[in-house]
């Protein structure tokens, strides 16, 4: 028996086909949504996270020297990295402080930093130590030395060795040269440096150290006057930031026109030429590092992308700024991109880096870095490396 479209069974048949048609289709379309939202979530779940770094730095102006070399240079490596790698991107984020770092500390927290990059010096890096451990936020300093920060489990870590070891080399160096008294200069400015590096050698004895002068005193000495030069030492050492140190140098070479002239590692940031004939001082010097500019490899992928971009050249501290990102990243990878203490154990064991001109630096259990460094002496005839007599 046929159903008539227009009869009563026939408009309740239409009815009920309709209303399980709708929700058929309302059905499917539900899941369609609910398959989608889970594959929303999935793919936010497994998309890769931005890398948030913290970099902090004083608006002090008598540390823009380092920290404008550190800031420019972290940026560099920033946009290089995300330039030439897939995945994850740097994305840096910036605080400043005048003389208490904690506040920027915090900000750098708040906006997600997983480490912080920053305190080239090793008196900001001492005076950072309490508000990292507060946040929980590891440092990692490209440059600052201080033998006060060395064997500590903290959350300071670093790709400079320490003023220990800066101390062993200079002695080593004046043995080989055969100085056996100097006399010593140095700059008061940053007395974590300065006082563990002259603590390091005054342990050892030898050279003796027959007088101290500070910051600019010797200034005011004249020879024939206040020095006789031919009563002169056989080394002056001199300690501080390169502008202090060239113009102490000069200054001391023409008190004593035959002693030999030292500098420390922190008196040539960034002033180690590029050339090894091409030095700003035109007298002999001596020295000791584990870098030096005119070794860099042009063809390394970071020089290469930093020469086209910035003149002068890759120096010490961007250099050791590679090595600081370098060091981080690869604990960072360890850690699944995770901070805190995860992230502080990893940074804390033992690895080997490579430099920008191939030297190689080990990081110990503490974070700390150890270098091999060369002895060596500037003058008219270029660069040449101290050996044994």
């Known amino acids: 028996m046929m159903t008539k479209k227009d009869?009563?069974?026939g408009k309740f048949y239409q009815k009920i086909t309709r209303f399980f048609s709708l929700k058929k289709n309302s059905s499917l379309m539900w899941g369609f949504f609910f398959l989608g939202g889970v594959?929303?979530?999935?793919?936010?779940?497994?998309?890769?996270?931005?890398?948030?770094?913290?970099?902090?730095?004083?608006?002090?102006?008598?540390?823009?020297?380092?920290?404008?070399?550190?800031?420019?240079?972290?940026?560099?490596?920033?946009?290089?990295?995300?330039?030439?790698?897939?995945?994850?991107?740097?994305?840096?984020?910036?605080?400043?402080?005048?003389?208490?770092?904690?506040?920027?500390?915090?900000?750098?927290?708040?906006?997600?930093?997983?480490?912080?990059?920053?305190?080239p010096t090793s008196t900001s890096a001492l005076e950072a130590l309490p508000a990292a451990a507060h946040y929980k936020l590891p440092l990692i300093s490209p440059s600052a030395s201080s033998s006060l920060l060395s064997q500590e489990d903290d959350w300071f870590f670093r790709a400079r060795s320490s003023t220990a070891e800066d101390a062993r080399q200079m002695i080593t160096l004046f043995g080989k040269v055969g100085i056996t008294e100097i006399v010593l200069i140095s700059y008061s400015g940053?007395?974590?440096?300065?006082?563990?590096?002259?603590?390091?050698?005054?342990?050892?004895?030898?050279?003796?150290?027959?007088?101290?002068?500070?910051?600019?005193?010797?200034?005011?000495?004249e020879p024939f006057v206040d020095e006789n030069p031919f009563d002169a030492p056989q080394g002056v050492l001199v300690v501080g930031p390169p502008i202090y140190s060239l113009w102490v140098a000069q200054k001391a070479r023409y008190l004593w026109p035959s002693s030999e002239i030292v500098l420390s590692a922190w008196s040539l940031v960034g002033v180690i030429p590029e050339k090894s004939g091409d030095f700003p001082l035109e007298f002999s010097i001596l020295g000791g590092d584990v870098f030096f500019s005119f070794l860099v490899d042009p063809e390394h992928p970071f020089v290469r992308y930093w020469n086209s971009r910035f003149v002068p050249g890759v120096d010490i501290q961007v250099n050791n700024t590679y090595l600081a990102f370098t060091l981080l990243l690869e604990a960072l990878k360890e850690s699944d991109f995770t901070g805190g203490d995860t992230l502080r154990e990893r940074l804390g064991e033992y690895r080997k880096l490579s430099g920008l001109a191939g030297e190689e630096v080990e990081i110990d259990r503490y974070g700390d870095a150890h270098g091999t460094y060369f002895l060596y002496r500037f003058g008219p005839g270029g660069y040449e490396e101290v050996v044994s007599q």
């Open 7 to 9: 009869s009563f069974l």
């Open 39 to 119: 594959g929303l979530v999935l793919w936010w779940i497994s998309a890769p996270r931005d890398i948030v770094i913290g970099v902090v730095y004083s608006t002090n102006p008598s540390e823009q020297f380092m920290e404008s070399k550190m800031l420019s240079a972290a940026r560099a490596y920033a946009d290089w990295y995300n330039e030439t790698t897939r995945g994850r991107e740097i994305r840096l984020v910036t605080a400043t402080y005048l003389a208490d770092p904690t506040v920027a500390l915090g900000e750098l927290k708040e906006q997600g930093a997983l480490a912080v990059l920053g305190f």
């Open 190 to 221: 940053n007395p974590g440096y300065v006082m563990p590096l002259l603590w390091d050698l005054k342990k050892r004895g030898e050279p003796r150290i027959a007088r101290e002068l500070f910051d600019l005193s010797i200034m005011d000495l």
